[in-house]
């Protein structure tokens, strides 16, 4: 197969700048894959993938449609709960009848999370909780106030526990953390943060771990006693847990590597040293069983860009699972936690120049 130019390169998997892209890194990410993948530079790529062995596993369960940012999935019994930020409202999704139903008419779950019997969400620094058997939501914590600014600041994310509702907005010289204990009491600011934007927030029982783009990450203690940064990691941000952060970064023109910044402060740790050639993971999330639900970009046969979605077990073991059948200019990708059962896994992806979104059933 005759190689490409960069030029031709960029043309052919229509990969788009930081400018193009809403949220800044995805272009950038795609584009120096795409690169290398084309073999800028670089020998012949090894064998690819074949789209075929992989996009019968990627099952639609919605319609596409223009939804923009979904909340995270949750999974009870055999209903599917999310809400879009087009739809401004909850739903759930019977498994077995294929029915959608509105269950809170009024809010964007930013936040969602399964508690008991009901559903606990955030708006903003505003937390509800909404019984699974019917009702209207009850606000739990208003972080804006009854009489808030023509522009109260934006919250980035949120996170809880069994006893604290915490916060990532603007402020400070960047970002604070603020955190309100579920028992009552007055909201206090516990980090004071240098960056503006943060990708994602996770809570351990003693801390919040905060982390973006461009490695950084910090350890935000619950009891107020500052931020504390964390080693730095890579170029792409992919994930944060209670154990740390976790980033994707190009080595060289064919080549990428995951960095982990641990939370207790230690060195940057290798993470999946096996990386497959041409996958660009874009986020990933525990399983719940020690692995990990990766959503990346892909390089197959076809010379294409695919979303994918792939396992990572708890030794380190990784299988590819589904792809998205399309790819090209239209590849889509998983950016919202999915929810897992026993049998599947189901994300809310988004397609590239179509911006449509679709709940994508993955056997497991």
Known sequence: ?????????????????????????KGVQIGLLGLAAAGCGGSSPPVLADVETCSAAW???????????????VFAGDMLYYSAEADNDIRALSLAAGQETVIDA????????????????????????????????????????PNPTLEPPLSFAQAVSATDLVWLEQGGSGSVVKRVARAGGDPVTIGDLDQEIYEGMALSPTAAIVATDLGSASLVPLDGSGARPLAMGGHWFTAVTADGAYWMSETGTQTAKMIFAPADGGPPQPFWPDLP???????????????????????????????????????GEARLVACDPDGGSNSAIADSQPAISDDAIYVATLAGSSLLNTIVRVPR
């Open 1 to 25: 197969m005759q190689r490409r130019s960069c030029a031709a390169a960029r043309t052919r998997y229509n990969i788009p700048s930081r400018g193009n892209d809403v949220r800044g890194s």
């Open 59 to 73: 099952q639609p369960i919605t319609s596409p449609a223009e939804k923009g940012r979904y909340s995270p999935l």
């Open 106 to 145: 009024s809010h964007w779950a930013e936040g969602l999370w399964l508690e008991g019997d009901h559903l606990l969400f955030s708006e903003q620094s505003r937390f509800f909780s909404l019984p699974l058997a019917g009702g209207p939501a009850q606000l739990l914590f208003d972080g804006i106030g």
């Open 277 to 315: 050639y041409g996958v660009g993971p874009w986020r990933m999330w525990p399983d719940g069983a020690g692995g990990w639900v990766v959503s990346a970009t892909q390089l197959f046969s076809d010379q294409m860009y695919h979303g994918s979605i792939w396992l990572l077990d708890a030794q």
